[in-house]
């Protein structure tokens, strides 16, 4: 496999290496800061990131991704790929409950990262993919959970025809 070598990139396998574009937040909001405020972080306020469109410009079929990331500078946290949520307009990110007093800046909240698994075959090179497959929807690929800067796409059902559903485990 060959890997790029000309500058920092971060790529997806899509019928070829595709190049993900970095999108930053339009809007950071809170929900309950106020309350969050008056309480001294005992309550703590919930960050939300917002990304405009309904869908990211870069859309993939497959449910079986491969990222390539190369040639970034060191971040916190390693990447992460996140799932997003769809609302009228835009995309929101849930960054998770942080205390108002600033002891933890936000990160992406557990329950919305994907399980990977990443190799690094050359020194400034990881590969990563999703344990399994990934159901359509929205989706970014994350340098560090504490960065609202993210990589977005989306996985759309497959071209022509019924869409072979991914297996969900049943619950016992």
Not at 40 to 60: C, M, P, S
Not at 119 to 142: F, I, S, T
Not at 145 to 157: E, G, K, R
Request: net charge positive; proline share 10%; with cysteine.
């Amino acid at each position: 496999m060959e890997y790029p070598n000309d500058g920092a990139s971060v790529l997806v396998e899509n019928s070829g290496w595709v190049d993900l574009s970095e999108k930053s937040p339009s809007n950071v909001r809170t929900k309950r800061g106020l309350l969050g405020s008056l309480t001294y972080g005992v309550i703590r306020a919930a960050v939300i990131a917002e990304y405009q469109g309904q869908h990211a410009e870069l859309q993939i079929e497959t449910r079986r991704l491969v990222f390539c990331v190369c040639n970034v500078p060191s971040f916190p946290g390693g990447p992460v790929l996140v799932k997003l949520h769809p609302k009228k307009d835009l995309r929101e990110l849930d960054g998770g409950r942080l205390p108002v007093s600033g002891a933890k800046i936000a990160e992406a909240k557990q329950s919305d990262q994907v399980p990977t698994e990443a190799v690094q075959p050359e020194n400034a090179c990881w590969l990563m993919r999703p344990r399994k497959d990934v159901l359509p929807g929205e989706y970014a690929l994350m340098l560090g959970t504490q960065n609202m800067s993210i990589l977005p796409f989306t996985i759309a059902n497959p071209s022509g025809g019924n869409p072979a559903p991914a297996k969900v485990p049943k619950k016992p």
